[in-house]
């Protein structure tokens, strides 16, 4: 389930910069720390953030990577292009993670200042969003946010297969 290798060369660059990667198809058991180590094979991880149904609290099988630098998201994102980020289920089948840049820069917010600052301004837009009455905030704002800038995976997060992407939690 990974990429032919002619494709991974076009892999398509962040809209902003940006050192986040969006990551999918790995097992339902895995864990932030598996997903860590398994990147910090290939490059420098600064925080892995797996996204859960906020109803059951059961994992979604995807979430976002942010990296210590650009290149070591582009290391990352080669990597999984190419095949080489692998977990293992429980039952010892091989999954291929597949990575994406996020399309609006870094989505995973850690201590820094400014990343502060805009987890602020994110959390004032939901807050008049919702007093506009638009109840679903996260369908307006990650609406298309996953494709276009992949690997050329296809059906990745984002993408009309992937199907996860829309209306995610997280």
């Known amino acids: 389930h990974y990429p032919p290798k002619d494709m991974a060369v076009d892999i398509g660059f962040p809209a902003r910069g940006g ?11 895995a864990s932030e720390l598996d997903i860590e180590r398994e990147f910090s094979r290939f490059c420098r991880v600064k925080r892995v953030h797996l996204v859960v149904d906020k109803s059951s609290r059961k994992p979604r099988c995807f979430g976002f990577v942010k990296f210590m630098s650009k290149a070591d998201a582009e290391h990352a994102l080669q990597a999984t292009c190419q095949g080489l980020v ?46 506009r009455g638009f109840t679903n905030f996260e369908n307006l704002t990650r609406t298309g946010a996953g494709g276009g800038g992949g690997c050329g995976c296809g059906g990745g997060p984002g993408s009309s297969r992937g199907g996860e992407w829309q209306g995610a939690s997280g």
Do not use: C
Not at 19 to 29: G, H, M, R, S, V
Not at 86 to 110: F, I, N
């Open 19 to 29: 050192q986040t990667l969006l990551i999918a198809y790995f097992p339902w058991e």
């Open 86 to 131: 692998q977990l293992l289920d429980t039952r010892g089948h091989v999954w291929h993670l597949k990575a994406e840049w996020t399309k609006s820069g870094d989505m995973v917010v850690d201590d820094s200042d400014v990343e502060q600052q805009v987890a602020r301004r994110k959390e004032e837009r939901r807050y008049r969003a919702e007093q």
